[in-house]
């Protein structure tokens, strides 16, 4: 079983719309959690970090479920300039290794 | 540019050729990790420095390849004879010794095996 599970989607919006992506994690001693944007044929960069409490910055905010093991990332009105891959990220082993998601696709049409 | 530089970008090798990957870490970050990723799938896991230990190693790191860190800053990856499967790009980060636990990615090596 991978140790993150995302949708690959793709998914395909209108712009100003709002969608939502999860991601599962197999470990329940997974410490720290993110959430990664890539663009073609680019390196990953960090979109945020995802805290228990819940996190939001500006039209994107993220969700941590510890019970049910999975992270969610909420963009409300999207832009074109959301269209990238994002990778859902999990930590454990006080930072030796990071696991990725394979990635959920979005494309924001106009 | 203070980011995680890597060299070459791309390279282009025959298979059975030696290539070797370099990374220059963000200064003072003390962690560093190798990654490879292919098209539609996300970073894999490679290797793992502290300093200049290396205190994890994938299953999916082969005799092929070794990594090192001689002396705590910049990094090397070498592929030995190299197979149409290492085709990839590999991605160096690197992450502060305190602090924010993230990691910040290099704009990665192309790897072609023709």
């Known amino acids: 079983r991978k140790e993150v599970e995302q949708d690959p989607g793709p998914f395909n919006v209108p712009e100003g719309a709002t969608v939502a992506f999860n991601c599962t994690y197999s470990?329940?001693?997974?410490?720290?959690f993110f959430w990664y944007r890539q663009d073609c044929r680019k390196e990953p960069k960090l979109l945020m970090s995802?805290?228990?409490s819940g996190n939001e910055d500006g039209r994107f905010t993220a969700q941590l479920n510890r019970a049910s093991q999975y992270i969610s990332l909420l963009i409300r009105d999207s832009k074109l300039s959301d269209s990238a891959t994002y990778l859902c990220?999990?930590?454990?082993?006080?930072?030796?290794?990071?696991?990725f998601g394979s990635g959920t696709k979005l494309n924001v049409k106009p | 540019d203070t980011g995680v530089s890597q060299d070459p970008r791309h390279k282009i090798t025959k298979r059975g050729q030696n290539v070797t990957f370099r990374c220059d870490p963000i200064?003072?970050?003390?962690?560093l990790y190798w990654y490879r990723q292919t098209l539609g799938q996300g970073p894999e896991f490679l290797t793992y420095?502290?300093?200049?230990?290396?205190?994890?190693k994938s299953r999916l790191l082969s005799d092929r390849f070794s990594a090192e860190r001689p002396k705590g800053s910049f990094s090397t990856l070498e592929i030995q004879r190299t197979e149409q499967g290492d085709s990839a790009m590999y991605l160096c980060?690197?992450?502060?010794?305190?602090?924010?636990?993230?990691?910040?990615f290099g704009e990665g090596s192309w790897l072609t095996v023709v």
């Open positions: 200064s003072e970050h003390n962690r």
């Open positions: 420095f502290q300093n200049e230990a290396q205190l994890e």
């Open positions: 980060a690197s992450s502060p010794p305190k602090g924010r636990n993230t990691i910040y």
């Open positions: 470990n329940s001693a997974s410490q720290s």
């Open positions: 995802v805290y228990s």
């Open positions: 990220v999990v930590n454990k082993d006080n930072f030796n290794k990071f696991y």
